[in-house]
């Protein structure tokens, strides 16, 4: 894969039958797949499902991502965002949100990108820190990595 033709970005498709990102290092809890298939582009090349993983932004968390490798866009798939979540997808000429069905908060605002929608998402990339403070006394505290 050339990296300077990786896509960061995220993109909301209604055309996408699953989530998928051509990048493995930006997700967590990964787990390998074997034989899970391929991946036809529109260039009519393939690219083999290595894994699946979440991603994350502190708040929102989107799990079941299929690792492509050779992908060279981030996709969101939005059949797989609301079919059984409790999550609905609104567009309108502005840009999307993803919206909490029962409380109807308002969980990503994104704003549309010339004829693309674009997802506000900046995932928290690698593994995460563990940081835990434990009180020994009341003049000790300890902050381990």
Known sequence: MHDELYDSEWYIDSGCSHHMIGRREELREFRSLKDSGRVKFGNNTTGEIKGCGM????????????????????????????????LNVSFDDEGSEIIEKKSKAVLLKSKRKEEMYHLNLNPIKGKPDICLLMKASSDDSWICH
Do not use: P
């Open 55 to 86: 991603i994350m932004n502190g708040e929102f968390s989107i799990r079941k991502v299929a690792y492509v490798e050779g992908l060279q866009h981030n996709q969101i798939s939005v059949s797989q965002l609301v079919v059984g979540t409790g």
